[in-house]
């Protein structure tokens, strides 16, 4: 094993001066600084790397382009297994997943394959490379997509390069899904989303916007005007406590309702963007994972004197991407371990004023397994200003009621086949809304596979 230099450290934003602003906080690789960082890469005879990844970049090739300054060669690469590199490579949860199998990992830091990847993405756009994409001419053939999240628009990708004509119907105002409205601006700056949107309307993929499919447009209209549908919807429906004191009480927020008014509405432009939040002093935010991260530090930069992350269970078992806890804990988030509230208690006003918590230990069950148990008797109080619940989503039920067979799991998780194919024949389903909440690059990967599967549908019913 030849000796490895360490893992070229990214620059980034100062902990006391990003939490005073929305702008990115990794200031990305320079071209020295990527060079540098692939050639750590030993290029292993078997990377292990690439069957970590979800949709299995050529990885090794990558590393070994970028190291030979080859940074076009190694964009075109990256492209043609991923069309959303510039999020995927800031946003997957790398220690998971292809960092997590790099073999350098036993010796020292692995290779930085996340931000490599998202720095070859963002020199690509920056030097306008042109991918060339062969259109097939299949156009007297119509794809209808329901959402425009990463599954949404990676179908849509896929299945406009088999030639399809293809509309995407988005209830927002802005295409993206959780990429434009629930991952914040300091973490995925919203250029690249807009960016890559434009592309895929380059393409000749129609989006239109402020379309609820249920509520202004129907399902069943999109099934008799088109070959295939793709449902994409994600799973932005909120899961709550269920504790007294929830429901009426003003300043009590789900993470999904408080990032779309940050992200979507720009309550961090106020007054240049009229829709303000006013957070507090104390906030506080149940949960551990992504979600519960990008709400904590947006609370403080919305500012929030004290963000207080509140988990049932231990440090080591918060589902964040280890970078954003790092990165939460380094702006001043104070994370409550093994608590758990149990009641909200109102002001007069109606508004959030204190929490009553319990203790929790880790008890474990029958099968082994550690769950957080309640300690009698040691209920606490907090006082707050606002709460924010981050406990996980499922899919939205809005027109899936009214559609009952298209067959769902007890979570509302819509149920396909190996071809994304749902119960009903012609109507597929990918991303958050077939899988319950997930990752982006799950997402894009379903929606790759989705459009594969698509074709091979339409292909077989073509006379
Ligand atoms: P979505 O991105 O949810 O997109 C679905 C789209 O469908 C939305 O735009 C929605 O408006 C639209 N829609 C819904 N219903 C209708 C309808 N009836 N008609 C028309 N349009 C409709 N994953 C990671 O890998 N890394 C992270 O760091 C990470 N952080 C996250 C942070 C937050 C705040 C959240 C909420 C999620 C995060 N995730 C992360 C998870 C990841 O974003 C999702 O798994 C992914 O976006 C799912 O993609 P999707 O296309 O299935 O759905
Ligand atoms: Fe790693 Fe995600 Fe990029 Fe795959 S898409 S190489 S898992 S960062």
Redesign the pocket.
Known sequence: MPKIKPRVPMGEQPPLQRIKNFKSVPYGYTEDEAVEEAARCIQCKKPKCEPACPVNIGIKEMNLLIAQRKFKEAYLLVKEDNSFPAC?GR???QEKQCEGDCILKKFDEPIAIGKLEAFIADWGAKHQVEVAEALANNEDKHIAI????????ACAAECRKYGYAVTI????HK?????????PEF?LPKDIVDDEVKKLEAMGVKIELN?????NIYYYELVSQNDAVFL?????APKFMGIAGENPLDGVYS??EF?IRANLMKAYKFPEWDTPIDVGKKVAVLGAG??AM??ARTALRLGAEEVHIIYRRTKEYAPA?AE?LHHALEEGVIFHELVNPIRFHGNDEGFIDYMELVKMELIEDKKGKLRPTPIKGSNFYMGIDTVIEALG?VP?R??LDRAPEIKRDKNGVIIVDENHMTSVEGTFA????ASG???????LGE?KNAAKAIHAYISSHDD
């Open positions: 995927s946003v997957c949860p329901v959402g425009s999240g990463p599954a949404g628009l119907y988005e209830t927002l295409a993206g899904g959780v990429l434009q409205y629930g991952i973490r379309h609820t499919v249920g509520q994409a919807m994600g799973a932005g993470s999904n990032l992504n979600v990008d709400a991407r954003e989503t939205n809005l027109f990918g991303g958050d809304a909440a997930a990752t982006v690059i799950k997402a929606g």
